[in-house]
């Protein structure tokens, strides 16, 4: 698992600054091209006409280029727009880590499968979706409108690491002084 730090978060922060950033998908937008056998399973694995794509560089390339509208998801360049199928979020949180900063604030890490790494707050919140064939559900923004769902390992740290409520319903976790509840 990745190690995470607040450190490497900044450091991200100023690479996306120098100009290595992910592309501007948000602002393209061309006519549908049609729909491409592109799929992202629920567990974060990509496939391409039904075999798994295990070159973790173009999954992470391709990722880059996605794009949600409403409930659909497309690869996107200034001049293409194909159609893929997610089965749930088309990320998966693989790690987190608790930081906590020189005014002892706690912030929480956390990795995806393609590489991203967030801290939980006001621009990447997370959410629990309560379902009746899953039972709780957690998202995190990871970047534009795209969501990751946690891992299990990872919504079991969260767990953890749960605290009571300020207003006493239910257990949640904290991230740069926002609350989010878990239950």
Not at 28 to 43: E, K, Q, T, V, Y
Not at 71 to 76: E, G, M, N, P, S
Not at 103 to 126: R, S
Not at 149 to 172: C, F, K, M, T, W
Request: glycine letters at 8%; hydrophobic letters at 40%.
């Amino acid at each position: 698992m990745p190690q995470l730090s607040l450190d490497d978060i900044q450091a991200d922060a100023e690479r996306a600054r120098a100009g290595v950033e992910l592309p501007p998908v948000e602002s393209w937008n061309p006519r549908l091209s049609g729909d491409i056998d592109i799929r992202i399973a629920r567990d974060g694995t990509w496939y391409h006409e039904g075999g798994a794509i295990t070159r973790r560089e173009l999954v992470r390339l391709f990722s880059g280029l996605l794009k949600r509208e409403g409930d659909a998801y497309f690869l996107v360049t200034p001049v293409e727009k194909w159609r893929i199928q997610v089965e749930d979020a088309p990320f998966v949180i693989v790690a987190l880590a608790r930081e906590v900063d020189a005014a002892g604030m706690q912030h929480l890490v956390f990795a995806t499968n393609v590489g991203d790494q967030v801290i939980a707050g006001p621009d990447h919140p997370l959410r629990v979706v309560e379902t009746s064939e899953r039972g709780a559900a957690p998202y995190l923004r990871v970047r534009r409108n795209l969501e990751a769902l946690l891992s299990r390992p990872v919504y079991y740290q969260l767990a953890e690491i749960a605290e009571p409520a300020p207003d006493g319903n239910g257990h949640g976790v904290a991230s740069g002084g926002i609350f989010y509840r878990l239950a």
